[in-house]
Each structure stands twice: as structure tokens, then as C-alpha cells.
């Protein structure tokens, strides 16, 4: 049975805090949606419901972080990654502080709620920052082994939780998780598909039409942004003669942005990005607007096959 991605957070955090008592919890009046709920019930008083006010919560998690504590602060992608961003730089990146981010209702798989909050911005931001590290887990299990290796971490980390209920994707079960390190869930000799987020089940679904095709594909979970794994994108970018990313966020300073950065200048596979093209989201299902903005197996699929000239 499926679950979604914040349900998982919000467990993981629970679980963390047993574990851990210098975790703390920061939530801007939406601990029902973010599912920061699991902590506040378990630990109310290591709990800050912060009210409508992003920009304070962020300041305050710097001020507990500076006490040695380790703040988890949550909201909606688009309020935090948005309207707290010079909070976010200013007080704790620039500072370099160990404040964990986990915001979720990212992309467009919020669906319903419409362009106005659904982010499909906030890993650029959040990446450009210096100091800042950005994790985007794909299913329920590796959502928890993210915010595992942010607890751990040192510094600001960024976990991107997406709203709708997913499967676990089998193909990762037993495929450890290294912070920095991308997961090749499947190798191939022809083509590759670096994914990230809700889209690396897509991926597989497309691996597996091109190999029916005689096209073989390589699956390349790259969960972790920043510090992206220059060396696996290397090593495909001299092996396959065609690399596609995907992922549920703007075209512009995404996963495709970062991919692209390390190909600058390299010889090699030719290369597509598939994400959001300079567009905001609009109101509807996750599955159409998955349609509606190209974020398809088939997507992919075609594209690899062009630039294989299949």
C-alpha cells in the first residue's frame, strides 16, 4: 500500500526525536498538511507551531541552532523555498547553521491547488545558496532515509517532499542510500535517464519500453541535488550516446540545470532535459498536469529515440 511522501517525513521525524532529543520541530501553522503533526503529538514541547509567519520560523530555528539544538522546519514549498528565501540565506546558510529544511507540497503534484502553490521554482532557489545541500527522495522508503542523512548531516539540508500517496519503488528496496551519491537503480549500454523526485518511477517505466525496443537504458536515481554526483554523470555521459533528465520543477536551475553544468564543455552523449518549461502550474489532477506539462514516459521515450536518430 502507497503512502505519501510527507506522511513519511512526518513518521521519520517522530522516530528521529526518540532518537535524538536535540531535534526540535518548527511548523507555520500546517502541521496537518506538512505531517510535522507525528512530532508535535509525540513531543509537544520540543514543538514550535510558528503561525503564518515563515520569515520568523526560519529566524528562530536559527536562534535554536545556534543553541546546539536541531531544528526540522516545515511549511509548503512555496512559502518556505518563496517567502522565507532571504531568511533562509541570510540567517542560516550564510551562517552555515544546522537547520533542516522539509518542505513539502512541492511541484505539481499538488494538483487542485493551482499554480499559485505549486513550486516548481524551489530547487533553484534553494540550490544557489551556498552551504545549502538539497536532497529530493523518490518513494516512502527513501524519504526516510533522506531525512535520516539530514539529521546526520552538518549544516543546512534541503528535503523536497512531494503530497501525493506513491508505491515504494520496488527497484530501490535494496539499493543503499549514500548522501552525494547517486543510486543506478539499472545500467545500460545505449542511453540513460537521470531522475529525480516522483519522476524516477517514470524513468523506470520508460527504461523499460526503450530495452522492449532493443534500446538499452540505464536508470539513474540522482536523489542527491547538490552536491551533485559529478562522477556518475561522467562516467554515463562516456558511455551511453544519449542522456535525458526528468524532474517535477522548472527546466531552469533544476536537475537538468545542474546535470547540464557538469556536461558543459565535455564530449559525449547528446542531451535533453524534460521538466517545466518556463511555465507555471494551473489547477487539475496530478496525472494530466503530468500530461499537460510533457513529465510522460513517452516524453522521454521519444526523445532519447531522436537523438538516437531511432
Given amino acids: 500500500m502507497g503512502k505519501s511522501l510527507r506522511v513519511a517525513f512526518g513518521e ?3 522516530k528521529l526525536g526518540e532518537e535524538n532529543d536535540k531535534i526540535v520541530a518548527l511548523d507555520a501553522d500546517l502541521a496537518n498538511a506538512t505531517q510535522s503533526k507525528y512530532f508535535k503529538a509525540k513531543f509537544p514541547e520540543r514543538f514550535f507551531d510558528m503561525g503564518i509567519a515563515e520569515a520568523n520560523m526560519v529566524d528562530t530555528a536559527a536562534g535554536l541552532a545556534h543553541d ?3 531544528p526540522f ?3 509548503f514549498a512555496l512559502f518556505g523555498a518563496g517567502r522565507a528565501y532571504e531568511e533562509i540565506r541570510n540567517s542560516v546558510a550564510y551562517e552555515n547553521l544546522n537547520v533542516k529544511f522539509a518542505f513539502s507540497h512541492s511541484g505539481l503534484s499538488v494538483g487542485e491547488d493551482g499554480g499559485s502553490h505549486q513550486s516548481v521554482e524551489d530547487i533553484a532557489l534553494m540550490r544557489v545558496m551556498p552551504n545549502m545541500k538539497v536532497i529530493v527522495p523518490a518513494d516512502p522508503q527513501e524519504t526516510e532515509k533522506a531525512v535520516r542523512a539530514a539529521a546526520e548531516l552538518d549544516g543546512p539540508v534541503y528535503v523536497r517532499v512531494g503530497r501525493p500517496v506513491v ?3 520496488p527497484e530501490l528496496d535494496d539499493k543503499p542510500f549514500e548522501f552525494g551519491k547517486a543510486t543506478v537503480i539499472k545500467d545500460g549500454t545505449d542511453a540513460a535517464i ?3 523526485g516522483l519522476m524516477v518511477s517514470k524513468a523506470l517505466e520508460a527504461a523499460k519500453k526503450l530495452d522492449a525496443e532493443g534500446i538499452s537504458t540505464a ?3 540522482m536523489h542527491t541535488i547538490k552536491p551533485i554526483d559529478k562522477e556518475t554523470i561522467l562516467k554515463y555521459n562516456d558511455k551511453v550516446k544519449a542522456i535525458v533528465t526528468m524532474e517535477e520543477h522548472s527546466v531552469i536551475g533544476g536537475l537538468g540545470s545542474a546535470v547540464a553544468e557538469v556536461l558543459a564543455g565535455k ?3 547528446r542531451f535533453s532535459i524534460i521538466g517545466i518549461e518556463d511555465r507555471f502550474g494551473q489547477s487539475g489532477k496530478p496525472d494530466l498536469l503530468f500530461e499537460e ?5 513517452e516524453h522521454a521515450v521519444a526523445d532519447i529515440k531522436t537523438m538516437l536518430g531511432k
Avoid: K, R
Avoid at 293 to 297: A, E, K, S
Fill in 293 to 297: 506539462y510533457g513529465l510522460t514516459v
Fill in 194 to 196: 537521470i531522475a529525480c
Fill in 167 to 169: 508505491d515504494d519503488i
Fill in 267 to 269: 564530449a559525449g552523449a
Fill in 12 to 14: 521519520t521525524l517522530a
Fill in 73 to 75: 522546519v516545515s511549511t
Fill in 68 to 70: 546546539g539544538l536541531i
Fill in 219 to 221: 536508470v539513474i536515481n
